[in-house]
């Protein structure tokens, strides 16, 4: 498959996550609402790596927030260091059994939900501590399927 | 290997066998860091970000008409018995309701009179607009909703919103088909209350928590008990007088500190509201330098 259709793939896979993660929807899902867009980003660094890198990942951060009027580049300052982490350890992280990379994800999905904190903070908008570490642990039980997921479309439509 | 001196130019290129994340990441580090600290400096954001709460709501309408959509099927399927049944109920409602503002209707008047002689007239809005709530979120660091009203309709930043229970929050930022809430319970809202028993003035903070709100400004002998109603004091302009705000859940004196630490659950059920009230503020109530919006260009016909 061509470098562009495969781009096209990945970028399909990101507007559905951002479009997941902005949605209406009740109050419990709304609290622990799994973090879509570093879900996705975090699977395409580590299984195309050449596709989707520190840029798109940065981008995809950028409409997030533009689109939930956030300050513009928090989400996208964070989704783009979890990028830099996944892509340059992508080769250790493949190897790693499904659980061994849960826990690992769980660490990198904590600095990024660390980061936003700590932005927040910053621009004196501080938060309690504990609720950023909800989503992080459903995010962490939802890469199970996510990942399956996205490697069929990886495999259905070879994007490499 | 053939041994070449000169290079042709397309190989010397700097990205040309390798590509440098590290240069890409500190790139985006740098222009993040750029427009975080810019937009903290000066509203630039602004207009982007009111293009992008349209932009979101393109996205978010069809969704919440699906849902509505969806939420209209179960009336549509539901038998006549039921129908009828219901019908009756609500016409029992409505009668009893009216008794009892007949009844309510004397003690206005009574109130109106008692507050002319004590010389603090407050007007409650006039004005109100239903509008319906396209999307909430409710993190942490940000407690807000966006509803499907915007200037053109004739809100404008500032205007108190609130549903059945009580006091919701603010309209923070309005555009021109949208707008942003801004929820008691974001850790940036502040409300002037009254405990409506005592009459005590404090401040409520948000806690982040949509079921919390804090108030941390009150002393150790404070007379605060579990239970009290919260209603907003009126005081600094920004919200009329007498909205219920919250009921107090949890007070624990803390002697080696300043402040006791009390707790307060919102009586506006904002997670489960899909309409709201805003009450849109008449020019003529107030002092001058309070009817200026915060910020935003407002034009003076669309609002009544």
């Not at chain 1, 580049?73 to 830099?84: D, F, N, P, R, T």
């Not at chain 2, 929050?169 to 309005?174: I, L, R």
């Not at chain 2, 005592?198 to 002393?219: C, K």
């Amino acid at each position: 498959m061509s470098g562009i259709r495969s781009y096209c793939i990945i970028v399909m896979t990101l507007i559905i996550a951002l479009i997941l993660s902005i949605l209406p929807f009740p109050h419990w899902y709304v609290v622990g609402r799994p973090l879509w867009l570093p879900l996705v980003a975090g699977y395409w660094c580590l299984a195309a790596p050449r596709r989707m890198g520190i840029l798109t990942a940065w981008l995809a951060g950028f409409c997030f927030d533009a689109a939930r009027a956030s300050p513009l580049g928090e989400h996208a300052l964070a989704l783009s260091v979890i990028a830099y982490v996944i892509q340059r350890y992508h080769l250790q992280i493949r190897t790693l059994h499904i659980g061994q990379q849960m826990l690992t994800l769980g660490g990198i999905f904590l600095v990024y939900e660390f980061l936003i904190f700590w932005i927040n903070g910053i621009i004196s908008k501080p938060g309690p501590l504990l609720p950023y570490s909800l989503p992080v642990f459903v995010s962490v039980c939802l890469w199970p399927p996510v990942f399956m997921g996205l490697r069929f479309i990886r495999r259905r439509y070879r994007v490499h | 290997m053939r041994f070449r001196p000169f290079r042709r130019r397309s190989e010397r290129s700097l990205f040309h066998h390798q590509s440098y994340p590290e240069v890409r990441f500190a790139i985006t580090v740098v222009v993040s860091l750029a427009l975080l600290i810019l937009r903290h400096g000066a509203p630039l954001g602004l207009p982007l970000a009111q293009v992008a709460a349209e932009t979101g709501a393109a996205i978010e309408r069809p969704v919440s008409d699906a849902i509505s959509f969806l939420e209209s099927i179960g009336p549509a399927l539901a038998t006549r018995a039921h129908l009828i049944r219901t019908n009756q109920t609500l016409k029992r409602e409505i009668l009893r309701l009216r008794a009892g503002l007949a009844a309510e209707k004397p003690l206005v008047f009574q109130n109106h009179r008692l507050k002319a002689l004590l010389g603090r007239i407050r007007s409650i809005h006039q004005q109100f607009r239903l509008v319906r709530v396209l999307r909430i979120d409710l993190d942490p660091y940000r407690q807000e909703v966006v509803i499907d009203a915007g200037q053109k309709a004739g809100l404008a930043s500032g205007d108190a919103v609130i549903d059945a229970n009580g006091l919701v929050g603010q309209v923070g930022t309005a555009s021109a088909h949208v707008s942003r809430v801004l929820l008691i319970t974001d850790p940036s809202e502040m409300v002037p209350v009254e405990v409506a028993a005592t009459g005590l003035l404090t401040f409520s903070i948000g806690s982040g928590i949509p079921t919390r709100l804090r108030l941390p400004y009150l002393p150790n002998d404070t007379r605060v008990r579990v239970g009290q109603l919260l209603i907003t004091s009126g005081l600094g302009g920004h919200y009329a007088y007498g909205f219920p705000v919250a009921v107090i859940t949890h007070v624990t004196l803390r002697p080696n500190r300043s402040f006791a630490r009390v707790y307060a659950r919102p009586l506006a059920a904002i997670s489960e509201d899909r309409e709201l009230l805003v009450l849109i503020r008449q020019p003529s109530h107030g002092p001058a330098f309070l009817r200026k919006p915060a910020f935003g260009p407002i034009h003076k016909e669309h609002r009544r």
